[in-house]
Structure formats: structure tokens, C-alpha cells
């Protein structure tokens, strides 16, 4: 039973960190994609880092929009998964929500397409202001 809970959210300034957390599943899967998206008011949820594993590698991805700000890890022995974001911008505000799948996406659009994912978390809602 994977039951995701995301934690961490918070309101900063423009250029501040936060680091999220998500919790609840087992992350003891060989093959696995484990993904952070975020939706602003009136917006698509959209994907913001993402790592995908399976028996010979893993990968992470991100958009263009947070590269080299966000880092997404996974701690395994603490069965948590972390966004550690830097530098935080206005744009950067929205819900939050942690996802996982049971199988390795391979593309950009696979990556970062929410109906990919099986299990999903309720979301921690990040403010940014300017």
C-alpha cells in the first residue's frame, strides 16, 4: 500500500530554500519513477523534477524552468523523497505534490506527464514573495 504525504511547504521570500519531503511509500522497487509536481491557481499541473531507476541506471530530469535550482534525492533507508529548492521565485509558488510510479519513464514527456503516475500524494502548498 503506497500512501504519499508531502511535507515541508512553507512561505519565503524570492531567493529563499525550502526542502520538501514525501513520505509513505516503500521506494524499495528496482524499477521505479518517482516524480515532484507543482499547480498554481488556474494552471495544468506540471512536473518539476523527476528520477527514474531501474536495474542498470538512474536518471533525473528537469524542465528548464527549475534546472539548477531544484534537486530531487531519495533517501531510501528513511523511505523519503526529497525537493530541495534554491533560489525560489514568485513563479515557484503553487501546491506541491509528490508521485510515483511502478515502472521507469524514459521520456521528457513521459517524465513530466501527471496521468503517468500511479500514486500520488495530497500536496504542500510552497508561497513565494517578491
Known amino acids: 500500500q503506497v500512501h504519499l504525504v508531502e511535507s515541508g511547504g512553507g512561505s519565503v521570500q524570492a531567493g529563499g530554500s525550502l526542502r520538501l519531503s514525501c513520505t509513505g511509500g516503500?521506494?524499495?522497487?528496482?524499477?521505479?519513477?518517482l516524480g515532484w509536481f507543482r499547480q498554481a491557481p488556474g494552471k495544468q499541473r506540471e512536473g518539476v523534477a523527476h528520477?527514474?531507476?531501474?536495474?542498470?541506471?538512474?536518471?533525473?530530469y528537469y524542465p528548464d524552468s527549475v534546472k539548477d535550482r531544484f534537486t530531487i534525492s531519495l533517501d531510501k533507508p528513511e523511505r523519503t523523497l526529497y525537493l530541495q529548492m534554491n533560489n525560489l521565485k514568485p513563479e515557484d509558488t503553487g501546491l506541491y505534490f509528490c508521485?510515483?510510479?511502478?515502472?521507469?519513464?524514459?521520456?521528457?514527456?513521459?517524465?513530466?506527464?501527471?496521468?503517468?503516475?500511479?500514486?500520488w500524494g495530497q500536496g504542500t502548498q510552497v508561497t513565494v514573495s517578491s
Open positions: 508521485a510515483f510510479r511502478r515502472a521507469r519513464l524514459r521520456t521528457a514527456l513521459a517524465l513530466t506527464d501527471a496521468t503517468n503516475y500511479q500514486y
Open positions: 516503500e521506494f524499495s522497487d528496482p524499477v521505479y519513477t
Open positions: 528520477l527514474a531507476q531501474d536495474v542498470r541506471d538512474s536518471e533525473t
